[in-house]
């Protein structure tokens, strides 16, 4: 690696990956590391600029809890601690870290010193600040400075400059904290001395020659779905190896209107060998019956490894098998100490009987805005970089209940329509995502002078900018209102059109 990178130290906090794409805005490469691996030798390897503690749920004077080894301190590499990060920090340095008098949650009050902290320098004195905290830093480590304060919390903020050693009680990462990302900044550029020069083209150079070098002369079989994720993840391994990579396009018949047909002829146009397989009777037929949410999700999984392992027999010798796993994928799968979310057919490895040498996801550790910059340093198809995100199991987990060919043939119209009017209004760039649900329920109607009985269509639209959060798009009101009357006068099958204004958390983007 010939860049400069962060090494975040993840302690189970909420927002970590936050942290990540905070750093990586200010043009700096960084991963994350769980802290149970995060051993003075692995950090000595990586050999980062500087590290970063996350938060975490614990408290640090209890036993159980997450501990980092001292000597850590004793590298000479700059840390920033947030939160847990923070206290952890304190206690291990002999400070006092106890529970508040007062917790803080949410917004918050706090005062800086700007003219002596190198983390808020340039910034104003006071601000609001996201808070998230039941204990708190009673009394800092001998030689650390206290930059930061508000009405409850004595110990906002620490620095030990002479050390390289900072810490804030607060999430600088969210967008609820004023100019948090230009405290990220101030510790990378004036603590680090980071160049902030990393981009998109870095990373696409470096992940082709990994990709080279650990591909070797073997082959690779990649699971192509056909969405931003797997469509860019081909585009790299096309420039990376070639020939060598045979990209299996499975439509399992859960593709958007005309989606198998552009799919195709967009990737027939590249050096790769490209297959298509026609399998939707052989996924309709395993789903039939079927309505959980998460039994769809393990079934379409297993199927597609069902369908690549064929299709490998079929070519011969298969070294690798490539996946358009993302950073959301992995945290919505249970990494680390996460909670489970929902499954993704892309995480978590191949059964014992699937004859591949190993998995390559060369995405694995970007958002998808990064993904999308990297089809567009890639040279793909901008249509393919820019069509809404689409899951693997693709209409299968936007079809509420049993999936059947009716249900399919009915969403595919509504949605067709749903996001040609939000293209054609212009807005549909400045939404993250959008499509519509065919939901399970049913309600009475009426249509000229007759009674109709029919479904109730959903539609999705949010923004966000790492996939992890988001808010429902404001999409005005008209245009709903244009949409609805075309799905209802268009599409036999509904009569009724419903907007989900939920943001995520609580609900997630997909409504299974």
């Not at 004595?154 to 600088?172: K, W």
């Amino acid at each position: 690696m010939d860049y400069q990178q962060i090494l975040i130290i993840d302690f189970g906090g909420q927002y970590n990956q936050l942290i990540a794409r905070r750093v990586r805005e200010c043009g700096v490469y960084c991963e994350i590391l769980p802290y149970k691996k995060a051993t003075v030798e692995e950090i000595k390897n990586r050999a980062p600029s500087g590290i970063i503690f996350t938060g975490g749920p614990n408290s640090v004077y209890l036993e159980t809890s997450p501990h980092i080894n001292p000597e850590v301190f004793e590298l000479g590499i700059p840390v920033l601690g947030i939160c847990y990060g923070a206290q952890l920090m304190a206690h291990t340095l002999g400070g006092k870290v106890a529970t508040a008098p007062t917790s803080e949650y949410g917004k918050t009050l706090t005062d800086f010193e700007s003219e002596n902290s190198l983390l808020f320098k340039g910034l104003p004195e006071s601000g609001t600040t996201w808070m998230s905290h039941t204990d708190y830093i009673a009394e800092p480590p001998a030689g650390f400075k206290i930059t930061s304060h508000t009405p409850v919390c004595p110990v906002a903020a620490m620095e030990n400059t002479e050390r390289g050693l900072y810490a804030v009680q607060f999430h600088p990462e969210v967008n609820h904290t004023d100019r948090g990302t230009d405290m990220i900044r101030n510790f990378l550029v004036s603590a680090c001395s980071c160049a902030c020069d990393w981009s998109m083209e870095n990373y696409a150079e470096t992940a082709i020659n990994n990709v080279r070098e650990r591909v070797g002369g073997g082959k690779v079989l990649l699971a192509l779905s056909g969405g931003v994720d797997s469509s860019v993840l081909a585009a790299l391994l096309a420039k990376a190896v070639g020939n060598q990579l045979t990209a299996i396009f499975v439509d399992h018949g859960f593709m958007r209107k005309n989606e198998g047909d552009e799919v195709e002829a967009a990737f027939k146009k590249w050096d790769i060998n490209f297959v298509r397989v026609n399998a939707a009777e052989r996924f309709l037929g395993r789903l039939r019956g079927v309505s959980d949410p998460e039994t769809k999700r393990k079934i379409i999984g297993e199927e597609f490894i069902n369908v690549f392992e064929d299709e490998a027999k079929k070519i011969g010798r298969v070294d690798f098998l490539a996946q358009g796993t993302i950073y959301p994928d992995i945290i919505e799968s249970g990494a680390g100490d996460a909670a489970v979310i929902k499954s993704h057919h892309n995480v978590g490895g191949l059964p014992d009987h699937v004859d591949f040498k190993d998995i390559i996801e060369p995405l694995r550790l970007l958002f998808k805005d990064e993904v999308r910059a990297l089809g567009t340093t890639l040279g793909l198809d901008p249509k393919l970089v820019w069509r809404p995100p689409f899951p693997g199991p693709g209409l299968a987990i936007r079809i509420i209940g049993e999936i059947t060919e009716e249900k399919l043939a009915i969403l595919r119209d509504a949605d067709a329509i749903f996001r040609e009017e939000l293209e054609k209004d212009g807005i549909a760039r400045n939404i993250s995502q959008y499509f519509a649900v065919l939901t399970n329920n049913r309600s009475v109607g009426v249509m000229g002078d007759g009674r109709t009985y029919d479904y109730t269509l959903a539609l999705r639209a949010v923004t966000t900018t790492d996939f992890m959060t988001a808010d429902f798009a404001e999409i005005p009101y008209p245009l709903l209102g244009k949409i609805a009357s075309r799905v209802v006068g268009e599409v036999k099958g509904v009569n009724r059109v419903v907007y989900d204004v939920t943001t995520k958390p609580p609900a997630t983007i997909e409504w299974e």
